[in-house]
């Protein structure tokens, strides 16, 4: 024990402090959009956010848990759909519906689960897109749901969010920042708390951590739950934002899967301030590329392809081993009583 | 007679499904590699048949002659050239870089061709029938697609157990670091089993355009198809393909006779079923 | 000339340093053991002779030719062939094909299936059967069988006593000969000494990535072994 007793286990370091700090002013930034910025402004600043907070659900899965899902658009379109049959069938106020297409995403994200989990590595992530069609194909069938071309939200029921329509979109404006904030923390969170170390050991040898008694299969439901829950979470926003869903676009798997696996990349997989970075990046060449149309998307694709054969731990990745950055401390350091380092 | 007759449909579209799926199962099977951009590929072949067809003006199976050599070099270069880069024990990079790759194609064929509906003119193939008996009557096409993808899977077979280059792909399979110390050149045997791969995404393809009508946008629907042909039949097993192909087929046809607009959704149900009582699939391989 | 000689080779895994710079010559015809305890660094040596770890072109010459920096698949062709440890036989491949795939590299020779199956006879009822279902002993014969099939003119045995009891061992060694007067020049990796010394012409005794014993099996005394193979004394 006379050994241990000179080192000590730390995750903070001088510059996630001032990383911290360069963070909170984003998040000041954004959250007064309000302030200075107009409608468009604050679209934009929700845009922003929720996929912000979809990229770090994509990131928690593939790039900590080892489950390249390239299915997440299931959770977002059954909490879209969520929120229409909660506040339209059954009168639940909208925003109380938010939470319970969280609830219902989940429960829809076990079953799912169990049958894709049955599938490894790269065909785990076809599973997954097979499971998100069949949710999108059947929603289709349903004729009070609009079946294939969807429906809108009655005026009613947008109108019980908030009197004014300036008021309705601030609503969905403070939702939306504080999603991306609380989704960035909840990741933040369980990494450190001790599944983080049982996910890293997980995405670093499964059959090592099994034997080490780390529960990979229960682990694993655990986050793949977690996001679907998030994500359900999000969906439900997004179309409280849109007022009309319908099933190719509520389960898109470009709008909400591929865009984001490519923040992902881009920004830098497995590190929370990838996606971070990922969601300036895109929304930066998004602004000078969406002219093009489908040229954007072959460029998007071809970066990321780049990015990962010559740059696979993005451009975060990049940054972090040039500047010594870790806004983000989850990688726990030894280091000297004395403060040497070891 | 009308359920007789939606089985046999089904049955030979899950010829052309067993066409979409051998190349996935073929790379998968010497590589481990998992080609998300599998579906794009066999639009592409649909695109190039498609415009040779308009330039030159011959019949879409004369154009097979082009098409498949020309997607056999492509297969041999985008592996030699990209893919070989990916290849290790992290499953991101193959996985990630292809997805990049398939968007990339449907986003190039959106370009070049429109979002518009095509067809490959078939000709008298295309109304040509077989009557076998009163009220039963089955496409010559249809029929000509299975027997195709008959000869394409006994020929990989014959080539994977029956011959020197057979032996290397099983060999590399197995263990590249100890084929190598045999004089096998990974790099090549991949590429090689790449280009054979998009040979067979080059036939299906073409059928599949002079089956239906197509769009850029429809790749990752046959990708998908693909994939449940290959999990049905087994990982590995290329006449469980075809017997997937083919469950699959019926499914999709049969599903759609008993819920009008739900032929895929079936198809897909009936998969995630066989998925949660087989796992391994039909046929599974003895050594995985 | 040597038929191979190393100098100065090393070998790293990312950055631990398994090769301290190995200087190794075999002449033509000779039999070479090298002995050492696990982790001496025996295996790193063959597998960087095979080219499955890269080096300077110059630390390695084949007949006079540098090699070093040449690929695996390769180096065979050159005429250095490998019987890896653990035999690595492919699972998936039949008795017949595994030593099929032997001759991948199309070197021209003596060795055929039909001479392996000389050799080993009992190969021929087995013929069809999957390599891996055969015994340690036998899959071993296979493996052996499978590097002569490309007609090495140097022939690396990485540990082939490895696991087998003794009376296996000794139909193994004996054929040894009949390799030997094809023409072949053969390195041996044991961990039994005994057999080392038994078969070979010259012994190398490696430990901790370095040379440190060289001579005839009859020059080298029972405790400069110990001293070389153990690392007593503190003399490395």
């Not at chain 3, 001759?103 to 001479?115: F, H, M, N, P, T």
């Not at chain 3, 061992?169 to 020049?185: E, M, R, S, V």
Request: glycine share 10%; with cysteine.
């Amino acid at each position: 024990m006379a050994e241990t007793a000179q080192y000590r286990v730390a995750t903070a370091t001088r510059t996630s402090r001032a990383g911290l700090f360069v963070l909170l002013a984003g998040v000041v930034f954004l959250a007064t959009t309000p302030l200075w910025g107009g409608r468009a402004e604050m679209r934009l600043v929700v845009e922003f956010c929720y996929f912000l907070a979809l990229a770090q659900m994509w990131n928690l899965l593939a790039g900590y848990a080892g489950l390249v899902s390239v299915g997440q658009q299931a959770f977002v379109g059954l909490g879209g759909y969520a929120l229409f049959v909660f506040s339209i069938w059954l009168g639940v106020h909208p925003l109380l519906a938010l939470p319970l297409a969280a609830v219902a995403a989940a429960l829809f994200a076990i079953p799912t689960a169990l049958i894709v989990f049955r599938l490894r590595g790269a065909y785990f992530a076809i599973g997954t897109w097979v499971t998100a069609e069949v949710y999108r194909l059947s929603f289709a069938q349903v004729s009070d749901l609009g079946g294939g071309s969807g429906m809108s939200l009655p005026i009613g029921v947008i109108k019980s969010v908030a009197g004014s329509r300036a008021e309705r979109e601030l609503v969905v404006f403070a939702i939306g920042v504080a999603v991306a904030v609380a989704a960035t923390g909840i990741v933040y969170w369980l990494l450190r708390s001790r599944h983080g170390l049982a996910l890293t050991a997980i995405r670093d040898s499964e059959p090592a951590s099994e034997s080490l008694g780390v529960n990979n299969f229960r682990t694993k439901l655990y986050v793949y739950v977690l996001a679907a829950s998030i994500t359900g979470f999000i969906g439900a926003l997004i179309y409280l934002q849109k007022f009309r869903i319908a099933p190719d676009a509520a389960f898109s798997l470009i709008d909400w899967t591929a865009y984001v696996i490519f923040i992902v990349v881009i920004g830098g997989i497995g590190r929370i301030e990838g996606p971070i970075v990922g969601t300036i990046v895109f929304f930066i060449l998004r602004e000078f590329l969406a002219d093009l149309g489908s040229w954007y998307l072959m460029i998007l694709g071809l970066v990321a392809v780049v990015v990962m054969l010559r740059a696979p731990q993005g451009i975060w990745g990049l940054l972090a081993a040039r500047f010594d950055l870790h806004f983000f401390p989850v990688q726990r350091r030894l280091y000297r009583r004395d403060g040497s380092p070891p | 007679m009308d359920w007789v007759n939606a089985v046999i449909q089904g049955i030979l579209v899950g010829g052309l499904y067993a066409l979409f799926a051998t190349g996935l199962s073929l790379i998968f099977g010497v590589m481990r590699l998992v080609n998300i951009a599998h579906g794009d590929l066999i639009v592409l072949s649909s695109f190039l048949c498609l415009a040779i067809v308009s330039g030159l003006g011959l019949h879409p199976l004369i154009v097979l002659l082009i098409v498949v050599p020309v997607m056999f070099a492509i297969g041999y270069a985008l592996q030699r050239g990209l893919l070989n880069f990916t290849l290790g024990p992290d499953i991101l990079p193959p996985l990630l870089v292809t997805f990049g790759l398939s968007i990339v194609i449907q986003n190039a064929l959106l370009e070049i061709f429109s979002a518009d509906s095509q067809k490959l003119p078939a000709g008298a193939l295309q109304t040509a029938s077989l009557q076998i008996v009163e009220g039963l009557a089955v496409g010559v096409f249809p029929l000509i697609v299975f027997a195709c993808a008959i000869v394409v899977i006994a020929g990989l077979q014959f080539l994977f157990y029956r011959t020197a280059l057979g032996s290397a792909f099983r060999a590399t399979s197995d263990d590249p670091d100890t084929a190598r110390l045999m004089g096998i050149d990974n790099r090549h045997i991949f590429a090689l089993a790449m280009a054979i791969s998009l040979a067979v995404v080059a036939l299906a393809g073409v059928f599949l355009g002079m089956r239906t009508s197509f769009d850029p946008s429809i790749g990752p629907g046959r990708l998908i198809y693909a994939f449940e042909a290959v999990i049905i039949g087994g990982l590995g097993s290329l006449w469980g393909t075809l017997a997937g192909g083919i469950i699959l087929g019926v499914s999709q046809i049969v599903g759609g006779k008993l819920f009008p607009g739900a032929d895929q959704l079936a198809g897909h149900v009936v998969f995630l079923i066989l998925l949660v009582v087989r796992p391994r699939g039909l046929f599974p391989r003895a050594v995985d | 000339m040597s038929l191979l000689e190393t100098s100065g080779l090393t070998a790293f895994y990312g950055d631990f340093q398994a090769l301290f710079g190995i200087d190794f010559a075999i002449g033509e015809g000779e039999t070479v053991a090298i002995i050492g305890s696990n982790g001496a660094g025996k295996s790193t040596f063959l597998r960087s002779l095979t080219g499955l770890l890269p080096n300077a072109a110059e630390a390695i010459r084949l007949k006079g030719q540098p090699i070093g920096d040449l690929p695996a698949n390769r180096i065979v062709g050159l005429g250095i062939a490998m019987v890896p440890e653990g035999r690595k036989l492919f699972p998936s491949l039949t008795v017949e094909e595994n030593l099929k795939i032997g001759a991948y590299s199309g070197r021209e020779g003596a060795w055929s299936v039909d001479r392996i199956f000389q050799l080993f006879p009992f190969m021929t009822e087995r013929r069809q059967t999957p390599a891996t279902a055969l015994s340690g002993g036998q899959q071993q014969m296979v493996a052996i069988g499978r590097a002569l099939m490309s007609n090495p003119d140097l022939l690396l045995c990485d540990e082939i006593s490895l696991g087998l009891a003794p009376t296996v061992i000794k139909d193994i060694y004996d054929a040894l000969p009949a390799i030997q007067q094809a023409g072949t020049t053969v390195v041996v990796v044991e961990q039994d000494i005994q057999q080392a010394m038994a078969v070979s012409d010259r012994v190398y005794c490696f430990m901790e990535g370095r040379v440190t014993l060289e001579g005839a099996p009859d020059e080298l005394s029972h405790d400069d072994i110990k001293e070389a193979y153990f690392g007593l004394k503190g003399a490395a």
